[in-house]
């Protein structure tokens, strides 16, 4: 094989492991809580790794230099964000105000680069359908949208009536696009026996015929059918 191929892998290999480290370094903020910040780093890095694997030459150490004084440069403004709330303003920004007591802010959501489908397809993602239940609507630095529903349209809690229920367990799925979740479902504490029951029960014989099957906090099956067949249009925007 050529001497250039085993270049190439060798700073393919090198450039991933490099990045690799410097972004555990920098923090896990880097995938979660992305910021404009932290999306010019890491673009930059991955420009700078991605040009490394494909021209390879004594000079690519020079690209891992530069990854990690990019990286030192993150963790840097990260060390003076959290020492400084005028300097995170000036680099993060403020959170910024979409939607505040049934008022939508044109000029906000035109900045923020928002349009009404998108701000919509958030409120819906979230669980708010009509804008008449929410109170305030944010846009974070991060990019993500908060959301304040209405005190009368806010869900009644148990607190609210003065009652202390046992804590819930996430519901477990236990089949998947029609295939049996052996181990998922021993942590139910049942086995195939009582799923093969409990569908019987619903109506189904085959799990291949079943997309999602999950068992709730009370040991409650709950099955959604495969409907490979079925179509429905959508009327939102």
Not at 118 to 146: H, I, P, W, Y
Request: proline share 4%; glycine share 6%.
């Amino acid at each position: 094989m050529p001497h250039e191929f085993w270049e190439v892998l060798q700073f393919s290999v090198i450039s991933l492991a490099v990045l690799f480290v410097l972004t555990k370094l920098i923090g896990n903020r880097q995938m979660s809580q992305l910021t404009m910040f932290d999306y010019i780093i890491g673009i930059s890095m991955g420009s700078i790794a991605a040009e490394m694997a494909s021209r390879p030459g004594d000079e690519n150490w020079y690209g891992i230099l530069a990854m990690c004084v990019y990286a030192a440069f993150a963790i840097l403004i990260g060390v003076l964000n959290d020492k400084s709330r005028k300097l995170r303003k000036i680099i993060l920004g403020e959170p910024l105000v979409l939607f505040d007591n049934g008022i939508l802010y044109y000029n906000n959501l035109k900045s923020a680069r928002l349009d009404l489908t998108e701000f919509m397809t958030e409120c819906r993602s979230a669980g708010f359908f009509d804008l008449s239940g929410l109170q305030l609507v944010l846009l974070e630095v991060n990019g993500k949208l908060s959301f304040l529903p209405n005190e009368q349209n806010r869900p009644l809690t148990p607190l609210d009536m003065d009652m202390d229920p046992k804590q819930a367990r996430p519901a477990i799925a236990v089949i998947m696009d029609g295939s049996i979740l052996t181990d998922r479902l021993k942590t139910t504490g049942n086995n195939e026996t009582w799923l093969a029951k409990q569908m019987k029960a619903q109506g189904f014989d085959d799990p291949k015929d079943i997309f999602l099957a999950s068992v709730d906090n009370n040991n409650v099956l709950t099955l959604y059918e495969k409907n490979e067949d079925v179509h429905r249009e959508s009327h939102y925007s």
